[in-house]
């Protein structure tokens, strides 16, 4: 109890709209767990991490940088924290679509048994509904408890993050506002949910090939590419590193004096202080993996699901997919022409 309630006092460093945010997720993710202690248990991790992470990397990159990193910590686990709700209420809202359908056919085959709505909704709700059955056990709580079973059902799209319910509702509403026959209405609305369903399936079969251009690209194809750039780069390296040593050596041997050595010399040197290194450009590298598969994770998703935030889970395995790749490359080029560098 006393941890719930730092977590609540810390909760009120937070916009309001933040925690609003945080409540309606968490809602529609079937936590129980408040917004407020989430938002605050997230918010005091989030800054113990940054504080952390700025006071361990002071002493490397400084005090700016420092703050620099510290602050981009706490962003992120913030961002994370956000991200794990909002996928959870997704997953929720995805199962629930999955068996809208057959739901809806159930109520539909009550009310022609003879059942009133609020009946037939109620034994609608069978264990193999999953997280559906809860909706309409509290659906039907409600509507037995003197509430509109209009008002119900409209709640209920309101807890669940899913667009197919919320036109479902809204057309089932509709029917009963109207005094239309709710049974033929139900089969329909059915039928065309899993229209939508056969269709969905369709289009992620017809794009199968696009999503195989897309891992093969980001995941594979570009850490190699990587790979060998930065082999190139780490040999050229090495061979500019040996032409400056053998300079003078030359120079002396073939009798250069004055200030045409000098001036060549010197310019040597500033093309040296002005070259990237092999490790500046395996840390862009690496960088250029990262962003490549967490957006190419995205778009995946964007192809496969129409929905960004279903590519999520799909971002840490890109992620370690490509550098694995990219740091297993760079080793065999490594133990494959290492020979060059003795």
């Known amino acids: 109890m006393a941890f719930e309630k730092w977590f609540v006092r810390a909760s009120m460093f937070l916009p309001e709209n933040v925690i609003r945010s945080f409540d309606g997720l968490m809602v529609q993710g079937g936590f129980t767990v408040s917004a407020r202690e989430y938002a605050g248990y997230s918010f005091i991790l989030s800054l113990v991490v940054a504080a952390i992470s700025a006071y361990g990397m002071t002493p490397v990159v400084g005090k700016e940088y420092a703050l620099a990193l510290g602050i981009f910590a706490f962003l992120l686990l913030m961002a994370l924290f956000y991200l794990l709700i909002l996928m959870t ?47 309409i056990r509290i659906v039907s709580g409600k509507a037995f408890g003197g509430k509109p079973i209009t008002a119900a059902l409209s709640e209920m799209g309101e807890r669940v993050r899913s667009k197919r319910l919320e036109r479902s509702v809204k057309l089932l509403n509709e ?34 090939m696009y999503m195989i251009f897309i891992i093969f690209t980001a995941v594979i194809a570009s850490p190699v590419m990587f790979a060998a750039s930065n082999y190139y780069a780490e040999m050229a390296f090495f061979i500019s590193q ?89 080793t065999m080029l490594r133990g494959m022409f290492g020979f060059l560098f003795t």
Do not use: C, H
């Open 89 to 135: 209420a997704d997953n929720r809202a995805r199962k629930v679509e999955e068996v809208l359908p057959d739901a809806l056919q159930m109520i539909s085959a009550n009310i022609r048994a003879g059942m009133t709505l609020e009946n037939a909704i109620w034994m609608a709700a069978k264990p193999e509904l999953g997280p559906l059955e809860e909706e």
């Open 175 to 208: 029917g009963i506002k109207l005094g239309g026959e709710v049974a033929p209405l139900l089969d329909e609305v059915a039928r065309d949910l899993k229209t939508n369903n056969l269709l969905s399936k369709e289009i992620a079969g017809a794009t199968t």
């Open 242 to 330: 040996q032409q400056e040593n053998s300079m003078p050596t030359e120079g002396l041997a073939t009798g250069a004096t004055g200030g045409g050595f000098t001036s060549f010399m010197s310019v040597g040197s500033k093309k040296s202080a002005d070259a990237i290194t092999p490790d500046e450009f395996q840390q862009f590298a690496i960088a250029s993996v990262i962003v490549t598969t967490f957006f190419s994770a995205l778009t995946l998703a964007v192809i496969r699901y129409g929905k960004m935030t279903r590519g999520i889970q799909y971002i840490p395995v890109f992620m370690l997919a490509g550098l694995g790749i990219f740091f297993v490359t760079v």
